[in-house]
C-alpha cells in the first residue's frame, strides 16, 4: 500500500512538471565547444526558433569545451534529468566512440535522443597566404611539405579532427601534418586567418562567410558530390571529384537530453524542434551557410538513435584506417 502511495505520488509530480514545464527556469543548451564556432551557432539559432513554440521558454546556451566534446557531453550526462540541461553536438557523439577508450558516458545508454537538426558538409580550408589556389595544387603542396605544415581541430574526436585524419589518410600523406588542438573551430579559424596554422577542415556553417571575404583560402568540399544549390560553395571540387575515392564527410547535429527525463517533457522538446525545423527564419539562416536542414525521420527519437548506431558502426573502421596520422 505505501509503495502504491509513493508511486502515484511519484505519478502526479511527473505529470505537475511535465505541466509546468518549462516553467520560469531557463533551458540551458550545452555546445561541447567555444562560443562562435559552428556548433555553437546551431544552438544558439535552435534556440531562438524554439523559443516562437515553447510557451514561457527561455534558452541559454553553456560552452563547456574541451576534449573533442566529450566534456560536455559528459556534463549533460550526469545532469538533473528534468529538460534544463541538453546538449547539443555532432558527429563527435558517434567519432568519439571509436576514438576514445574510455568515455565517462555511454552514447547509446546515457542520453534521452531528441533528434537531429541538419546536415552540414566541410570544406578544406587553408591560411590566406598559401602558395597554392586550387586542389590539385594544394594536395602537391601538402604531399611535398606535409611534414613541415600543421592543421588545427577541436579536439580528439571534433568534426575539424576526423576529417583531417580521414584526408590524410585518403591522399595517403607520406608524412603526417602536426595537429594543433583547439576549444573549438571558432579560435581555430581566428588562428588560421592570422597564418598561424595552415589548414583545417571544417562545416560550412563556420566557413562560408571567411571564404567569401577572401580571409582564407578554399579547396574542397567533403560531401561525395559538388554542392550545386549553393551560390559561392558551387565552384569547389568535391574530394571524390578530385580522385579520393569514397572520400564523403557530412557532419550532423543532433539534441539530447539526460537518461530519465520524463517522457512529455521530452515530448515538448520535441514538438518544439521539430517547429524550429521548419520556421521561415531558422531555414534560411541555415541554408545560407550550407546547411541542409534535416526533414526524415531523425527528427524524431527512434530515426536519430537508429542513425548514430549507424553512425558509430561506419566511422569506427574509417577511424583505425586513419588512426596512424592520429599523434
Ligand atoms: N567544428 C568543430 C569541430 O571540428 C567544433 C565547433 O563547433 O567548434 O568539431
Redesign the pocket.
Known amino acids: 500500500m505505501k509503495r502504491l502511495l509513493v508511486l502515484a505520488a511519484a505519478s502526479v509530480a511527473l505529470f505537475a512538471q511535465a505541466q509546468t514545464y518549462p516553467g520560469t527556469k531557463p533551458i540551458t543548451l550545452v555546445?561541447p565547444?567555444?562560443a562562435g564556432?559552428?556548433?555553437?551557432l546551431v544552438a544558439r539559432q535552435l534556440g531562438e526558433a524554439m523559443r516562437k513554440t515553447l510557451p514561457g521558454s527561455n534558452f541559454v546556451v553553456e560552452n563547456v569545451n574541451g576534449a573533442?566534446?566529450t566534456i560536455g557531453a559528459t556534463k549533460v550526462a550526469k545532469a538533473a534529468p528534468d529538460g534544463h540541461t541538453l546538449l547539443v553536438w555532432?558527429i563527435?557523439m558517434a567519432a568519439t566512440a571509436g576514438l576514445y577508450r574510455k568515455l565517462q558516458y555511454k552514447p547509446l545508454e546515457d542520453f534521452e535522443y531528441l533528434g537531429m537538426i541538419n546536415d552540414v558538409p566541410m570544406t578544406l580550408i587553408g591560411k590566406p597566404q598559401l602558395p597554392a589556389n586550387t586542389y590539385r595544387d594544394f594536395e602537391n603542396y601538402i604531399r611535398a611539405n606535409g611534414g613541415a605544415l600543421n592543421i588545427a581541430?577541436?579536439?580528439l574526436g571534433?568534426?575539424?579532427?576526423l576529417?583531417g585524419l580521414m584526408w590524410q589518410s585518403a591522399v595517403n600523406a607520406k608524412e603526417a601534418m602536426t595537429t594543433i588542438p583547439f576549444n573549438?573551430?571558432?579560435p581555430?579559424m581566428t588562428a588560421l586567418m592570422g597564418g598561424q596554422v595552415d589548414l583545417m577542415c571544417?562545416?560550412t556553417t563556420?566557413t562560408t562567410q571567411q571564404i567569401e571575404a577572401g580571409r582564407v583560402k578554399a579547396f574542397a568540399v567533403t560531401t561525395a558530390g559538388r554542392l550545386n544549390n549553393h551560390k559561392l560553395l558551387k565552384d569547389y571540387p568535391s574530394l571524390q571529384e578530385m580522385g579520393l575515392k569514397g572520400f564523403n564527410l557530412t557532419?550532423w547535429h543532433g539534441m539530447y537530453a539526460p537518461k530519465g527525463t520524463p517522457p512529455a517533457v521530452l515530448k515538448q522538446l520535441n514538438e518544439a524542434m521539430k517547429a524550429a525545423l521548419k520556421d521561415p527564419e531558422f531555414l534560411k539562416r541555415q541554408e545560407a551557410l550550407g546547411a541542409v536542414v534535416v526533414t526524415d525521420k531523425r527528427v524524431d527519437p527512434e530515426g536519430h538513435k537508429a542513425f548514430v548506431t549507424a553512425e558509430i558502426a561506419k566511422l569506427k573502421p574509417a577511424i583505425e584506417a586513419a588512426g596512424k596520422f592520429a599523434d
Open positions: 555546445v565547444f567555444a564556432g559552428p556548433t555553437d573533442g566534446g555532432h563527435g581541430h577541436a579536439g571534433s568534426a575539424s579532427h576529417c573549438g573551430t571558432a581555430a571544417d562545416q563556420n557532419v
